[in-house]
């Protein structure tokens, strides 16, 4: 399956054509929905859309010994918080649907 990217363009593009909203509504919704996912992660939130996923903040452990990969210098890496998704039982079923392509020999 070739991997195809979406952009933040392309969704307003699709919410625009599906709802006949102004282009500059529509971008200005999905921005605000964005930021409001973001701010809630940082206030250590967690962010349930029903049927779509689950987005929480997770503590990663550090390290002492990591590695820079571009360079090879060896470095610390403090304890830090990322962004994790889980996605819902919906998604999941909707993935399932998706072809598995052919091993290639």
Not at 40 to 51: C, H, M, P, Q
């Amino acid at each position: 399956m070739e991997q195809k990217k979406v952009t933040k363009f392309d969704l307003v593009e699709s919410v625009y054509l599906e709802t006949n909203c102004e282009k500059k509504t529509v971008q200005t919704v999905l921005e605000s929905v964005l930021e409001n996912i973001k701010s809630s992660l940082k206030d250590g939130a967690t962010i349930e859309l029903r049927g779509f996923g689950t987005f929480e903040p997770r503590l990663r452990k550090g390290r002492s010994r990591a590695r820079n990969p571009k360079t090879g210098e060896e470095l610390s890496v403090a304890p830090h918080y990322v962004a994790a998704f889980r996605s819902g039982q919906e998604l999941k079923n909707a993935l399932w649907e998706l072809p598995v392509p052919a091993k290639k020999s």
